[in-house]
């Protein structure tokens, strides 16, 4: 199963991550093509750039449907 969703608010992870590139969106979603969901990619928007990560790489910021 798939862990984000297209307008999910995710921070990135780790130590190195510039402040601005920190918080973002989910724009899209890009199934592996062998169907493993681990390696799914996800391309996030944090308002002056996109750039696509795994979900190893990110974290969900709590909403209001209460996920973690």
Known sequence: MRRFKLGDRVERMGAL???WMKIGM???????????????QYEVDFGQRT???YQTELSLINGADGRD
């Open 51 to 53: 750039e696509t990560f």
């Open 26 to 40: 989910i724009t899209k979603v890009i199934p592996n093509k062998d169907g493993f969901d681990w390696a799914t």
């Open 17 to 19: 991550v510039p402040t």
